[in-house]
């Protein structure tokens, strides 16, 4: 496929995808996109996925025996019961528009700050 090509794609792609707040419809995005996509919603919805990924994988390869993960496990609890903390805080005082977690940019800023 020619560079023109791929850029026309692409521009139709950009042009079919609506970008406002739930209203995002992954099948007007070219299949091998969309994974991509995914992942990147996942980890602004979710700020402990990495350590999510590591605990159920350890849990899978150990076949569910929670001895073996359980500093896995503890650390993705702990990441978990820190960011719920942050969000619940920051909807408390109104300092984020949504009720969910701090944007993916703010996140750093905010764990320095409450580990201070």
């Known amino acids: ?21 739930g209203t995002f419809r992954y099948h007007d995005v070219p299949p091998n996109e969309r994974r991509k996509l995914f992942d990147d919603r996942q980890n602004e919805l979710n700020p ?4 999510s990924e590591i605990s159920n994988a350890c849990l899978m390869m150990s076949g569910d025996d929670y001895s073996r993960c359980h500093a896995q496990v503890e650390n993705y609890k702990t990441c978990k019961r820190f960011w719920t903390a942050v969000r ?4 408390v005082n109104h300092l984020l528009r949504n009720d969910g977690f701090p944007p993916l940019y703010e996140r750093p800023i905010w764990k320095k700050q409450l580990h201070t």
């Open 88 to 91: 619940n805080f920051a909807t």
């Open 1 to 21: 496929m020619s560079s023109s090509t791929d850029d026309l794609n692409k521009k139709r792609t950009e042009d079919n995808i609506s970008y406002r707040p």
């Open 48 to 51: 402990c996925l990495k350590e």
